[in-house]
Structures are given as C-alpha cells and as structure tokens.
C-alpha cells in the first residue's frame, strides 16, 4: 500500500497542520510518511500546499507526481492542482467553498461542507479535522482509535481543545458511514 496525496488550501485553514497529522499518524502506527510542504508568500492567503506520502513500505522520494488523493480547501487550490489527480483519484473538496460539477465521471469525489459543518460546532478552525476524519473513514488507512490517539497526542497541547478536535474528527468518520449505508 502506498498512497500519494496532496492537500492545498488559503494559507491558515490548515493545510500543513492535516499534512503533518496524518504523518504523525502513519508514524505512529507502524507505517511509513513522508510530508513535503511548499512554503512561500502563499502563507498568509494565498494558495499553499503540502505533499504526503503513505505507506507500508520505505518511501524512495517526497516528489508526487500523479496524485492518488487531492484534498482542497477553495476553489483556487481545486483548480491549481485537479491536474496532477490521477483518473480516477479520490478528490476530498471543502463542498463550501470548491465548485466540483462535471468532475464525478473522472474522479471519485467526496464533496463536504466541511467550512459550514465547523462554523455549526463553534470554531471554524476544525474544518481540515473534519475533512481528516473523512479521509480515514473512505480510506480505511486508519482506524477511528488510531486517530482518536493521533488527535490526543498531536493536538492536545491545549487539553481544552481535545474534545473538540476529537469531536470534529468523529464528525468526519460518521458522514463517510452515513453516505456508505
């Protein structure tokens, strides 16, 4: 198993933050990650991205050319990089802010509101948490306890926010279960 990704979106909604968390992840339970970023002055509002790589196996190189996931964030991020998504790749769009019409024949496309659905929780920083929790219900690559230990150890250094990253990633798992039923 090895699964390349990339993940864009406005610098401050988490990109970087999703990135190194699922390779902490991965780390963390036996598998092996490595995690690319691409900073510049896209930092502070324009488009930034982040390279991941997943696997069972040693990873030769952080380059992705085709990706086999691309999780976007806006609109901008989903036009840049919808080229480098293989056919048939499975593309995670923020449904809030990416317009994904007329890609369903050639990706596989989980489109979530995942903006609106963190604004509903209270604090709209847990909207890649969200996507996160998705990700690992529609991938398998974890499983809901491996990331519950991954939320407690990666974003609980403010113990305050334990329960909510938890609940935003729980949020996730349960809208991939419910859209596979």
Same mark, same amino acid.
């Given at each position: 198993?090895e699964?390349?990704?990339i993940?864009?979106?406005?610098?401050?909604?988490?990109?970087?933050?999703t990135?190194?968390?699922l390779?902490y992840?991965?780390?963390?339970?036996?598998?092996?990650?490595?995690?690319l970023?691409?900073? @510049?002055? #896209?930092? $502070?509002?324009?488009?930034? &991205?982040?390279? %991941?790589i997943l696997s069972e196996? !040693?990873?030769g190189s952080?380059?992705?050319?085709k990706?086999?996931?691309?999780?976007?964030?806006n609109?901008p991020?989903?036009?840049?990089?919808?080229?480098r998504?293989k056919?048939?790749g499975?593309?995670?769009?923020?449904a809030?802010?990416?317009d994904?019409? @007329?890609? #369903?024949g $050639?990706?596989?496309?989980? &489109?979530?509101? %995942?903006?609106?659905?963190?604004? !509903?929780?209270?604090?709209?920083?847990?909207?890649n948490i969200?996507?996160?929790?998705a990700?690992?219900?529609k991938?398998?690559?974890?499983?809901?306890?491996e990331?519950?230990?991954?939320?407690k150890?990666?974003?609980?250094?403010?113990p305050?926010l334990?329960?909510l990253? #938890?609940?935003a990633?729980?949020?996730g798992?349960?809208?991939?279960?419910?859209?596979t039923?």
């Open positions: 198993m699964l390349k990704m993940i864009a979106g406005f610098g401050g909604q988490g990109v970087m933050v990135g190194k968390f390779g992840a991965a780390c963390a339970h036996n598998k092996q990650a490595m995690f970023p691409q900073y @510049g002055p #896209e930092q $502070r509002g324009g488009t930034a &991205s982040c390279t %991941v196996d !040693e990873i952080p380059i992705v050319g990706a086999d996931v691309l999780m976007v964030f609109q991020s989903l036009e840049k990089f919808l080229p998504l056919e048939g499975l593309l995670f769009a923020n809030t802010l990416c994904t019409a @007329g890609l #369903e $050639r990706f596989e496309v989980i &489109s979530i509101p %995942v903006d609106d659905m963190a604004k !509903e929780m209270g604090v709209r920083q847990v909207a969200i996507m996160t929790g990700f690992t219900a991938t398998g690559i974890f499983t809901a306890d990331i519950s230990e991954t939320v150890h990666v974003l609980g250094k403010k305050e334990i329960d990253n #938890e609940a990633v729980q949020k798992i349960a809208l991939m279960k419910t859209a039923a």
